[in-house]
């Protein structure tokens, strides 16, 4: 086939990200197709849109996903451009005879600031690592898959992100604290599933010298419950540990509150609470053990997941993911009162027909 003009420029440009070799065979692993991040800004946008309205008009987009996330040899090759909205990103799958690439649009930014600059390591790379562990220990995972996933996961707790009492909302509180639970939802795994413990502690032991360690713990138990990597497949054991990082959680909020504590604000392995700062059993610095990482603070929170405090005249804006604001003041140079600028709202993206749009979130937007 005769490339156009257009197209030769796309896989021009294409060649010049990374991606990985075609080998002729229809059933390569998806897992290792090296990852682009196109940042979620105007120029990000721009870029993924250009190859999406090429691969709408010049490659078929279906793509037959294994259970575990890979592509099945039912897959029409070798000319695919599949676009498919996952948790964290919208991703582009590129199949052509001169390479294959994974294209996502999502906030690297944040990613890289939540992670101290580490390399992003996507879930299904940090559940491989930890499946190929296990088996080293004897621990089969595919035995422990289920086929009703699915359903599994329709019935997990949600995460505990929310304010204790609607009339806490806009108010000003002094004197709080905040206590943390140290990798909370794999210790959770580990407690109810003690056969994974000896590899997960020895990741949570490595963290600091290795940051790659902390993005790992931090992802598989996510990676479980996810329909789009591997169908659910391990949803039952995500619950656990989810279900096991809740019940711990409120226990310790319920011994505080016992102590004439006031608990302020949930944000799912920890909390904010007014009071005496609070010691006892389960405090430390261990895996799944407690401690208060902030003291004598000031907080105000305006939703669930958006709030600012103070702590030694040090002032921390919390809004998850990147908003207006971001693209001309950088959160270092925020100040209090700052998370509730009309700019302080999410940037979201969404997938027309047209590509990618980045918009200001708004009150009757409904997810995506």
């Known amino acids: 086939m005769r490339e156009s003009k257009e197209s030769k420029a796309i896989i021009g440009f294409l060649q010049t990200l990374k991606h990985g070799e075609w080998t002729g065979k229809d059933n390569f692993d998806y897992h290792k197709i090296p990852v682009t991040v196109f940042s979620m800004e105007q120029e990000g946008a721009d870029?993924?849109?250009?190859?999406?309205?090429?691969?709408?008009?010049?490659?078929?987009?279906?793509?037959?996903?294994?259970?575990?996330?890979?592509?099945?040899?039912?897959?029409?090759?070798?000319?695919?451009?599949?676009?498919?909205?996952?948790?964290?990103?919208?991703?582009?799958?590129?199949?052509?005879?001169?390479?294959?690439?994974?294209?996502?649009?999502?906030?690297?930014?944040?990613?890289?600031?939540?992670?101290?600059?580490?390399?992003?390591?996507?879930?299904?790379?940090?559940?491989?690592?930890?499946k190929a562990e296990c088996k080293r220990k004897g621990i089969d995972l595919d035995e422990y898959a289920i086929e009703n996933g699915k359903d599994v996961k329709m019935s997990i707790e949600s995460p505990l992100i929310k304010c204790a009492d609607e009339s806490y909302l806009d108010q000003v509180f002094e004197g709080v604290h905040h206590v943390d639970f140290h990798n909370s939802y794999p210790a959770g795994l580990c407690n109810c599933y003690p056969e994974f413990k000896p590899i997960i502690q020895r990741w949570f032991e490595k963290r600091k010298d290795k940051p790659e360690y902390k993005q790992m713990l931090n992802s598989i138990v996510g990676y479980m419950q996810s329909l789009g990597c591997c169908q659910a497949r391990w949803a039952h054991l995500s619950k656990a540990a989810i279900e096991d990082n809740n019940k711990r959680v409120r226990e310790l909020a319920s011994r505080i509150e016992a102590n004439g504590g006031k608990i302020i604000l949930y944000n799912t392995d920890g909390f904010w609470y007014q009071g005496d700062v609070f010691h006892g059993e389960g405090e430390g610095h261990n895996l799944g053990e407690w401690?208060?990482?902030?003291?004598?603070?000031?907080?105000?929170?305006?939703?669930?997941?958006?709030?600012?405090?103070?702590?030694?005249?040090?002032?921390?804006?919390?809004?998850?993911?990147?908003?207006?604001?971001?693209?001309?003041?950088?959160?270092?140079?925020?100040?209090?009162?700052?998370?509730?600028?009309?700019?302080?709202?999410?940037?979201?993206?969404?997938?027309?027909?047209?590509?990618?749009?980045?918009?200001?979130q708004t009150d009757n937007v409904q997810g995506h």
């Open 47 to 130: 870029d993924f849109n250009r190859i999406y309205q090429w691969g709408l008009k010049e490659c078929a987009n279906i793509v037959g996903w294994t259970p575990s996330g890979g592509i099945s040899k039912s897959t029409l090759f070798p000319r695919i451009c599949n676009t498919r909205v996952l948790n964290t990103c919208v991703e582009m799958t590129i199949i052509l005879r001169v390479g294959v690439w994974r294209i996502q649009f999502a906030s690297k930014g944040d990613y890289l600031e939540e992670n101290n600059g580490a390399q992003h390591i996507p879930g299904t790379r940090s559940f491989r690592t930890f």
């Open 291 to 360: 401690e208060n990482d902030h003291v004598d603070c000031k907080i105000r929170v305006k939703s669930d997941g958006v709030y600012e405090y103070e702590e030694a005249g040090v002032y921390h804006p919390v809004i998850r993911g990147r908003t207006w604001l971001d693209r001309y003041l950088d959160r270092s140079q925020w100040r209090w009162g700052d998370i509730y600028n009309p700019d302080a709202e999410h940037i979201i993206e969404w997938l027309f027909e047209e590509g990618i749009g980045v918009y200001e």
